[in-house]
């Protein structure tokens, strides 16, 4: 039998995608190449934002009308995700061709629903009790060098604007001995990068162990394996300590780069979104960040238009950003989501108006993000390739660890590798590189 996924968010559901396909190996599924002949289709679900939740609606209504024309195969629909723990069996509701539900603490379900696909009926879940989250053994893509490694769920912060806590719940760390054994699975399979994962990746902690113990035990781990880089998303600024810090200036496993979260400049939203710092206790982290590792790079996550946002704490936001000098950023306007502290807030910013304060901000990045790629033309450093260009199937497209992209002549076998490169010049905000051949001396 075959399946065939579509996934939408964050990191988390691309691991936990990856997760479940392995349950479907396990059992002697394949993948299909595309929807139009499979036997199961599963949509994995966001409701971070309003418009990630329409897109995955409008594809349930696809699929529902097409397993309503008789000429077609039947097939098993499958919503998980976090609209799917939002919405539960409302969704059945309004698209009945839905077979089963299966919200991010469900997927102990997961053999259940495929049993019953197999036998060509529906999973029965009456009497069922409440499911409880668990993590997976292995996140790992079939064939791929690089691998997500979630070591938290959930998050405690209920920061006014973010549905994340009611669709997933509070935090729950992972044992440290799982993480271990998956680290070291990991390294088995050849791979080279690994991105620990979590909705507030630096809270974790689990038994005596919290964030700062767990890189270091990740760092002995990956030691002398063929995993040489480390990343983790999302840090949250209010918990990211001067240990942590210290264990990843030590450590050159991890990469020098950092997703940091800012949302904004001004301590007035900040508070009203719930964030646990202030503008200058941001600055502080950045700058104790870089004293201990000057070559690192940040990006970060701004939002534009929270109720009652003034246009002089909009400007608050540009000084602030121009202090930091982010290497790149997700920028977005407030998108209000219901069940949220924010949603019935006093205050809400017109749609044109957030629009036109988040061009604004999106003009002042880029200004940043080219000034900054400009200053690294000339350099050498190390990429990790990752594919074949899309543009060009004579060149390869790698990133460094910074999280730059840096596109050169070379051959197919490369992918998978780490290869030294010089950055010669700028397309857009890809750097085009040449391969330092291996014998030649790295440059002064």
Same mark, same amino acid.
């Given at each position: 039998?075959?399946?065939?996924?579509?996934?939408?968010? =964050?990191?988390?559901?691309?691991?936990?995608?990856?997760?479940?396909?392995?349950?479907?190996?396990?059992?002697?599924?394949? %993948?299909?190449?595309?929807?139009?002949?499979?036997?199961?289709?599963?949509?994995?679900?966001?409701?971070?934002?309003?418009?990630?939740?329409?897109?995955?609606?409008?594809?349930?209504?696809?699929?529902?009308?097409?397993?309503?024309?008789?000429?077609?195969?039947?097939?098993?629909? $499958?919503?998980?995700?976090?609209?799917?723990?939002?919405?539960?069996?409302?969704?059945?509701? %309004?698209?009945?061709?839905?077979?089963?539900?299966?919200?991010?603490?469900?997927?102990?379900?997961?053999?259940?629903?495929?049993?019953?696909?197999?036998?060509?009926?529906?999973?029965?879940?009456?009497?069922?009790?409440?499911?409880?989250?668990?993590?997976?053994?292995?996140?790992?893509?079939?064939?791929?060098?690089?691998?997500?490694?979630?070591?938290?769920?959930?998050?405690?912060?209920?920061?006014?604007?973010?549905?994340?806590?009611?669709?997933?719940?509070?935090? $729950?760390?992972?044992?440290?001995?799982?993480?271990?054994?998956?680290?070291?699975?990991?390294?088995?399979?050849?791979?080279?990068? $690994?991105?620990?994962?979590?909705?507030?990746?630096?809270?974790?902690?689990?038994?005596?162990?919290?964030?700062?113990?767990?890189?270091?035990?990740?760092?002995?781990?990956?030691?002398?394996?063929? $995993?040489?880089?480390?990343?983790?998303?999302?840090?949250?600024?209010?918990?990211?300590?001067?240990?942590?810090?210290?264990?990843?200036?030590?450590?050159?496993?991890? =990469?020098?780069?950092?997703?940091?979260?800012?949302?904004?400049?001004?301590?007035?939203?900040?508070?009203?979104?719930?964030?646990?710092?202030?503008?200058?206790?941001?600055?502080?982290?950045?700058?104790?960040?870089?004293?201990?590792?000057?070559?690192?790079?940040?990006?970060?996550?701004?939002?534009?238009?929270?109720?009652?946002?003034?246009?002089?704490?909009?400007?608050?936001?540009?000084?602030?950003?121009?202090?930091?000098?982010?290497?790149?950023?997700?920028?977005?306007?407030?998108?209000?989501?219901?069940?949220?502290?924010?949603?019935?807030?006093?205050?809400?910013?017109?749609?044109?108006?957030?629009?036109?304060?988040?061009?604004?901000?999106?003009?002042?990045?880029? %200004?940043?993000?080219?000034?900054?790629?400009?200053?690294?033309?000339? %350099?050498?450093?190390?990429?990790?390739?990752?594919?074949?260009?899309?543009?060009?199937?004579?060149?390869?497209?790698?990133?460094?660890?910074?999280?730059?992209?840096?596109?050169?002549?070379?051959?197919?076998?490369?992918?998978?590798?780490?290869?030294?490169?010089?950055? =010669?010049?700028?397309?857009?905000?890809?750097?085009?590189?040449?391969?330092?051949?291996?014998?030649?001396?790295?440059?002064?």
């Amino acid at each position: 039998m075959t399946y065939f996924f579509e996934t939408y968010g =964050c990191q988390m559901n691309s691991a936990e995608s990856a997760a479940l396909e392995l349950v479907l190996a396990e059992r002697g599924w394949e %993948k299909a190449a595309g929807p139009e002949t499979t036997d199961l289709v599963l949509l994995n679900t966001c409701s971070v934002r309003g418009t990630a939740e329409k897109r995955a609606l409008g594809r349930l209504a696809h699929y529902g009308a097409k397993k309503k024309r008789p000429a077609g195969k039947p097939f098993t629909l $499958i919503v998980a995700g976090c609209m799917a723990s939002r919405l539960g069996e409302k969704l059945k509701e %309004k698209f009945p061709a839905v077979d089963a539900v299966m919200g991010t603490d469900a997927r102990s379900r997961f053999p259940l629903i495929l049993e019953a696909a197999e036998r060509g009926e529906k999973a029965d879940f009456s009497g069922d009790e409440t499911p409880a989250f668990s993590f997976s053994a292995s996140h790992l893509e079939s064939g791929a060098f690089r691998s997500f490694v979630p070591i938290m769920h959930g998050c405690n912060n209920y920061c006014s604007y973010c549905v994340v806590p009611l669709v997933r719940g509070r935090e $729950i760390s992972r044992s440290s001995y799982s993480i271990k054994a998956e680290l070291a699975l990991l390294a088995e399979k050849g791979v080279r990068e $690994i991105t620990l994962l979590g909705q507030n990746v630096n809270s974790y902690r689990f038994e005596s162990t919290a964030f700062p113990g767990l890189l270091r035990l990740t760092a002995r781990a990956v030691e002398g394996t063929s $995993i040489e880089w480390v990343r983790f998303l999302s840090a949250n600024p209010g918990d990211l300590s001067e240990e942590s810090i210290g264990v990843m200036a030590e450590n050159r496993c991890f =990469c020098r780069h950092l997703h940091l979260p800012l949302q904004h400049g001004s301590n007035r939203v900040l508070g009203a979104m719930k964030r646990r710092y202030t503008a200058e206790s941001y600055l502080d982290l950045v700058e104790k960040l870089r004293r201990a590792m000057p070559d690192l790079s940040l990006s970060a996550d701004l939002m534009v238009g929270f109720p009652g946002e003034t246009e002089a704490e909009l400007a608050e936001l540009f000084a602030l950003m121009e202090k930091v000098r982010f290497s790149y950023a997700y920028m977005y306007y407030y998108n209000p989501r219901e069940g949220t502290a924010a949603w019935d807030m006093d205050g809400r910013i017109p749609e044109t108006v957030k629009k036109e304060r988040l061009a604004r901000v999106i003009v002042l990045q880029r %200004k940043h993000t080219l000034q900054l790629l400009q200053a690294r033309v000339g %350099k050498e450093d190390r990429v990790l390739v990752e594919s074949v260009s899309r543009k060009n199937a004579d060149e390869l497209l790698g990133r460094t660890e910074r999280d730059e992209m840096a596109v050169f002549a070379g051959e197919r076998g490369l992918i998978g590798n780490f290869e030294r490169v010089r950055l =010669c010049s700028l397309n857009g905000i890809t750097f085009r590189a040449v391969r330092r051949p291996a014998a030649e001396p790295p440059a002064n």
